[in-house]
């Protein structure tokens, strides 16, 4: 499950945020900057916890896998980041692509796609270390399946049981009735280091491949001017 909601979640992120931003980006749409305003507005107003709930739950998607995918597919925030990129690829493009036939689709898919892969990858990142590190939503949404359950909501439920039994160990330990037993648990902070190893070993490996696009700019000798 944790597997399918950041595969899924990061692959539909990028290509709908993208092309959003693409299409805001254009300055001849006339209604870019109502659009931006309202997503920029969002980053720093928010109805709270409830409301977004009760919104969930109008939509079909408590208990469903695709709670994990749907309310995520546009960031306004990696919109902003995108949008910005795409401001630094030359019109001259565009508008040559333009003068050959080529309708919006097109371009964002063959040209501007492309050439955004650098900011893309970035974007791929945050967004795929965010959906392999969330329990929250699995938490509120989704508790009610245990097959929906993810890796980090089940590493959560398990340091927080160890904890418990840390103490219940200590408590014994400090009646004098079993100091054996007690010495014998594993310590909080070692569960802790060992989630943390077992969390960051994907992102790990994934990130090796992604780096080399956080250096290179593909739009470097594209349009002689």
């Not at 709270?48 to 408590?62: D, K, V, W």
């Not at 989704?142 to 904890?163: C, D, H, I, P, V």
């Amino acid at each position: 499950v944790s597997v399918a909601r950041t595969v899924l979640s990061t692959v539909g992120n990028i290509f709908l945020t993208s092309m959003l931003a693409y299409a805001l980006s254009r300055k001849e749409y006339v209604l870019r900057k109502q659009y931006t305003f309202i997503l920029i507005l969002s980053m720093y107003v928010s109805a709270g916890l409830i409301p977004y709930y009760f919104l969930i739950r109008s939509l079909g998607l408590i208990n469903s896998f695709w709670v994990y995918v749907i309310p995520g597919l546009v960031n306004a925030f990696n919109f902003i980041v995108i949008r910005t990129y795409i401001g630094t690829i030359p019109d001259s493009l565009v508008e040559s692509a333009r003068i050959d036939g080529a309708g919006d689709f097109r371009i964002f898919l063959r040209i501007v796609f492309p050439l955004i892969t650098p900011v893309l990858a970035t974007v791929a990142l945050f967004v795929a270390v965010g959906n392999w590190n969330a329990w929250f939503d699995t938490m509120i949404f989704a508790s009610g399946r245990q097959e929906l359950s993810t890796l980090q909501y089940e590493l959560m439920k398990f340091l927080a049981s160890s904890q418990n039994q840390a103490r219940s160990a200590a408590d014994v330990g400090a009646m004098g009735m079993a100091k054996d037993y007690a010495a014998s648990i594993v310590t909080p902070a070692s569960i802790r280091a060992a989630i943390t190893v077992v969390a960051a070993a994907p992102i790990l490996v994934i990130y090796p491949f992604l780096q080399r696009y956080f250096v290179i700019g593909l739009t470097v000798g594209g349009v002689k001017e």
